[in-house]
């Protein structure tokens, strides 16, 4: 099933803050899921998000990390990486339903149900761009920047 337009949602957000999808449409939005706060890849991938941050708002474009990990778990993450965006907490899988980014994962030789790590890109009318799924880490970042400024 491909998503053509931002689904409606609302989920908590790090800063005692409500993110709602509806309220977003005046800006690019980056959409990124990732697996849990505090992993090598995950942090990786935070850092390289908030080195280009500014970028990404010259561009007009606002950025959010979504993740199942609680609130507390967030606020920690956000905290100890110094992010200046806001991270979504879906303890309940409801973006990520959405999104159908629950994957069957290999960790350690078992198999876990899981995150897989994507990104999504929507336009000021919330219609998607280009999404990237499946994602490693190096060189994402700017993959995701170099798209924005092509467009």
Known sequence: MLMQNLPEFSLPATGGKIFQSDKLKRKRLILY???????????????????????FQQLDCEVFGISRD???????F?????LPFELLSDSEEIA???????????????????????????D?????L????GVKVPNHVPEVLEYLKSL
């Open 78 to 82: 956000k905290a100890k990486l110094g």
């Open 33 to 55: 899921f990732y697996p849990k706060d505090n992993t090598p890849g995950c942090t990786t991938e935070g850092m390289q998000f908030r080195d280009h941050y500014a970028e």
């Open 96 to 122: 990520c339903q959405l999104f159908a980014v629950i994957k069957m994962k290999n960790l350690y030789g078992k198999q876990v149900r899981g995150i897989e790590r994507s990104t999504f890109l929507f």
């Open 124 to 128: 000021k009318k919330g219609k998607l």
């Open 130 to 133: 280009k999404e990237w799924r």
């Open 70 to 76: 609680s609130l507390k778990a967030h606020e920690n």
